[in-house]
Every structure is written in C-alpha cells, then in structure tokens.
C-alpha cells in the first residue's frame, strides 16, 4: 500500500526526522490560507498523487505570494496529472500540500528497500539527490553507495556513521545524518515497510538535514497489525479494479489487454500470462483465486474479473491440488446463474476431481470452451477475442 507525501512526512516527523513545516489544502482557498498560516517570503505547492516525478510534470510548483498559490492549487485541483511513472490516464488530483520552503545547499537521496533476491534490507544512498534514482543509477552509478542490513542484528549505528562519510558530510553534520538514517530504519522496521525513499535528503544552508520529499510502501500483508497505516489509504489514487478485487481477498493485478485470467497460483497465473502473450494475445489482469476455491470465492472472482470492460474473453486455468475441480466447475455454473456473462469462457481444468469437474461443465449446457492444456486454452483464448471493428 502505498500513502501520500503529507503521510509519509508526518511518518518520518513522529520518529524524529526532521520535515518542513506545511499544511493540507482541498481547495485553491485554503492553500492560499496555509500561505498565510505558515508565514514566510516562500511556499511549495505539490500535488498529492502516487507517483513519482511530479515536478516535471508540473506537479509540484514554487510560489512567492499567496495569489500565487492560489493560482497553482487552481490549475491542479481536478487535473489528472501524468507522469514519466505514472500510467497513460494519469492520477487524479484532489488534495495539495503547502509547505514552507527551504534554504538548500545540497540535495541527498536516502533509502531503505527489501531486496527480495538477497532475502534482505538493504540502505541505498547517493551525495547527489533531488532526481530519480533510476537516472541516478544510469548517469551516475559512482555517486551511489550503500550496505546491507543483517536481519538478526539490525541497522547499526557504525553502518549509518559510515553511508554519512561515504556522502561527503562534513564532521558537524556526521552524528546527525546517522541519527536520520536509524530513525528512517527505525520506521521501517516497526510499521513493516516495504520502501522508505526520501528524496531530497536536503542539507540547508544552516548546515541542518531535512526530508523535503518522502515515499512510504506498506506491505498489504502486515495492515492488519497496523490499523492506523490502514487508514491512510487513498482509494482515489488506486486501480478501481485492484480495489474492488483486494476488498474480497483476491490478489488482483489489472493490465491493459482484453483476456481476463482466473487462476489458481501465482506461478501458474505468470505462467499463464505468458502462455498468452507467446499466442498473439494480451492478458487484462493478474488474478489469483488461492488455494481454497470455493463455489462462492470463484463467483468473486468472475465479478471481478468482468468489471473490466476491456475484457473479450475470460480464460480460466485451474490446477487442483488443495483445491477441486468440481469446486471450481460448481462456482463457473453458479457465476453464469448470478450475472450476466457476455464474453467467451475457455476453461483448464487439471488436477483433484478433475473428471468430475469436467463433467459438471459438460452437462451444464452453457457455452463453455473446455481445454486440456495451458498451451491449447491460451490459444482457444486468443483466437476467440472478436476482430476490432472497422473504421
């Protein structure tokens, strides 16, 4: 799950990490307001939205007066704004933060990311911030430095005092960049976060570290301990079909293509998007349907699925080991009874109870295409998405 700028901040303030000063604004009037409320000669308005590399998109705007920020919230309320990170159609802006701005000297980049191949942390960091790190790692992979974090031991204080000599920090600030960098680790660890980015790590021209943009990820699996990051969910900012999906326990991934999947595990749905793409088509979704699929969980998955109005065809591949595939016959029948299913079905089945599955699609007497391979239903799949019409 991932959560706003603003959340992130106030995150890293609770845990001693300095931030700027700023306040949230749902309309033009009241970032002019936040102007007034904070003081100063000079104010950033950033759109709230979840993605990256918003000031190149016009995102994230530097104002004088409160006229001025009057006019940036103006132009960003109700805009979708597109970004290199974000999809085509963009994220919908509803919300902006108004923050003081910063006296800056040198700009940092900081961050705590799960490194899923060595199973563990790991601390990246680079003395020259203020950019994404992709173009950081691609123009200058010398400026990055880093360690790994030993889950049994933890960040050590050695290891944070060493990454802040490694960015060139002078002496005087040495003891206050590792205090950041095991508060950051701090955070992580207890809110169980999947990614911690601050970016620009500022150093101001008062020789003092402040988070001028922070990033926060969740992992889902951990809300539940959690209830207070919970809440920090920001629907508007989410795939509607993810949504509705997650919201019936279905582990769902909308793509851009016109066959949906329904299948059981996550090797044999990557398996499966693939055997799809090798036939000339393109899979609308990730959907994983677990390994307890009952009639009831199947009908969910259906719904979900034919949510998208992209879909021409819906693919199930079932392999049955914990699960049944009279379970999942019973469930594609009941799914047909319940809603209107107006796009082909091409069913799999393999597995426990297969003849028996099988069977009951048989005698349903609905318009099923059955297969006996992944190789031959992604290709039953393909060939019946309808030609586009003529122009």
């Known amino acids: 799950m991932d959560i706003h700028e603003y959340q992130a901040k106030e995150i890293l303030a609770r ?4 931030v700027p000063r700023g306040g949230l604004a749902y309309s033009p009037e009241q970032a002019s307001y936040r102007t007034r409320e904070l003081g100063g000669a000079a104010w950033v308005v950033k759109a709230q939205v979840h993605t990256g590399g918003r000031g190149e998109a ?36 509803y919300r902006v933060y108004v923050e003081e701005a910063t006296d800056i000297a040198r700009e940092l980049y900081f961050a705590i990311v799960l490194d899923r191949g060595a199973e563990r942390l790991k601390v990246v960091a680079s003395a020259e911030g203020g950019t994404e790190i992709e173009e950081i790692a691609a123009e200058r992979p010398g400026s990055l430095t880093g360690a790994s974090i030993e889950q049994a031991v933890g960040f050590l204080e050695f290891q944070a005092r060493e990454l802040a000599f490694a960015l060139g920090l002078p002496a005087e600030q040495i003891a206050r960049a590792a205090g950041v960098f095991l508060s950051a680790y701090r955070a992580f660890r207890e809110l169980d976060a999947t990614l911690l980015e601050i970016n620009p790590l500022a150093v ?68 499966t998007l693939d055997m799809i793409e090798l036939a000339g088509g393109r899979p609308a979704n990730f959907l994983d349907i677990g390994g307890g699929a009952s009639p009831e969980r199947v009908l969910k998955a259906f719904r979900a699925v034919l949510r998208d109005d992209n879909v021409k065809v819906l693919l199930v591949n079932i392999f049955a080991g914990i699960n049944r595939c009279d379970w999942v016959a019973r469930g594609i029948v009941d799914a047909f009874k319940e809603i209107d299913v107006p796009v082909p079905v091409v069913v799999r089945l393999a597995g426990t109870h297969v003849d028996e599955g099988q069977r009951i699609l048989r005698e349903s007497g609905l318009p099923i295409h059955s297969a006996d391979s992944l190789k031959a239903a992604a290709a039953e799949a393909v060939a019946r998405v309808p030609a586009p019409a003529a122009s």
């Open 15 to 18: 845990f001693g990490i300095p």
């Open 58 to 93: 016009g995102g994230v705007r530097l104002c004088r007066s409160d006229r001025e920020a009057y006019d940036a919230a103006d132009a960003l309320f109700g805009r979708r704004l597109v970004t290199r990170q974000s999809a085509p159609a963009g994220k919908p802006v």
């Open 204 to 271: 101001t021209t008062e020789g003092e570290l402040v988070a001028l943009d922070a990033k926060v990820s969740f992992d889902d699996n951990a809300l539940f301990r959690h209830p207070d990051i919970s809440e920090l969910r920001d629907r508007s900012q989410e795939d509607a079909r993810e949504s509705h999906a997650a919201d019936r326990g279905l582990a769902y991934v909308g793509l851009d293509g016109d066959i949906g999947c329904m299948i059981n595990g996550a090797g044999l749905a990557m398996a």
